[in-house]
């Protein structure tokens, strides 16, 4: 089932569990501050503050959490929808007071890269998130990816990332660099992408949303 995030709450920002030694119970919910942004370009530090570093170790119960919120890539995009009667600040331009496009997020799939075969002795494994606007520019785009391998006690490992992408007055966003460097082909894995995402339209306030993909139970000949 599609996700759609509005403005206001960041659910899936929400659903970023904080880690300092262990992982931080929220009782269910825990809230963030909804970034202020008051000109019509976002700085990329403002949106990052919907996106905390995510937990180097989580149990299986604790990324079931994490991504209880956010969209499986097996459900389709999630959509970025300003919150109903929100309208651009007084400052903003003509342009932005235009109805903004509906962008999305896709965390795309999780596979042994072709690059990577040729680059590294063992090979390499990612995947390409990103955000689409339907080729109209919004204020601010950012996505915060991290990559995950689920050991052979059952816990999820951080293997890569976080990796931070951010652009200003563009329509779409993909980074190419979200990769984890295999260090041997001995055995398949199971791999999880978490990418958390920042859509600001001009003259409103960011929305954030974070979506997943995972390999199958099969996995990828990468350790």
Avoid at 167 to 172: D, E, F, I, V
Avoid at 206 to 221: F, H, N, R, V
Wanted: hydrophobic content about 40%; charged content about 20%; some cysteine.
């Amino acid at each position: 089932m599609k996700k759609t995030m509005i403005s206001k709450g960041f659910a899936a920002a929400a659903a970023a569990l904080l880690f300092s030694g262990a992982l931080v119970a929220s009782g269910g919910s825990a809230a963030f501050a909804e970034p202020d942004v008051s000109s019509s370009v976002a700085e990329p530090g403002t949106v990052d503050a919907a996106a905390p570093e995510l937990p180097d170790v989580l149990t299986d119960e604790e990324m079931e959490a994490l991504t209880a919120d956010m969209q499986n890539l097996d459900d389709g995009p999630m959509e970025f929808v300003p919150e109903a009667g929100a309208t651009p600040d007084s400052g903003a331009s003509l342009s932005a007071k235009a109805a903004a496009p509906v962008c999305t997020q896709n965390t795309g799939v999780i596979w042994e890269r072709t690059s990577g075969k040729k680059k590294y002795e063992f090979g390499s494994i990612g995947g390409k998130p990103s955000i689409k606007c339907g080729g109209k520019p919004v204020a601010a785009l950012s996505l915060t990816s991290t990559i995950y391998k689920k050991n052979s006690i059952g816990a999820w490992v951080k293997v890569a990332g976080p990796f931070k992408s951010f652009n200003s007055g563009m329509a779409s966003l993909q980074p190419t660099n979200v990769e984890y460097i295999c260090k041997s082909n001995s055995k398949k894995n199971q791999f999880r992408l978490v990418a958390n995402g920042s859509v600001t339209y001009y003259g409103l306030k960011p929305i954030a949303g974070g979506s997943y993909s995972e390999t199958d139970k099969l996995g990828l000949s990468c350790s």
